[in-house]
């Protein structure tokens, strides 16, 4: 299930980055993968992202947990700004190619 979602952080992108990147295991646990995460280009305290959660009932699961919801907010995230939206199943994905970047 692909998921838009934005959400506002208040201690950089570089922050955000290393708290995902030390939450790896629960972001497997949640069925989760970011497929694109970044910051707006004229408004760096604004993120956007296309996710892939395995279900419904990951990406609930993903909401409710407290001590991930804690460590977000250690690392800046203003929790109560993000939008999850669901993407129907018809959306057109890696159209006419795939475009890769990784660090």
Known sequence: MLVFTTIEITKGFQVWKDMVKESGEKMKEYGMTMICVGPQADDETKLHGVLHFESMEHLKK??????????????????????????????????????????
């Open 62 to 103: 993903f909401q409710a947990d407290e001590e991930l919801t804690q460590r977000r907010i250690d690392a800046g995230v203003k929790v109560e700004t993000g939008t999850f939206t669901p993407v129907s199943d018809a959306a057109l994905i890696n159209f006419p190619s795939v475009i890769t970047q990784h660090e």
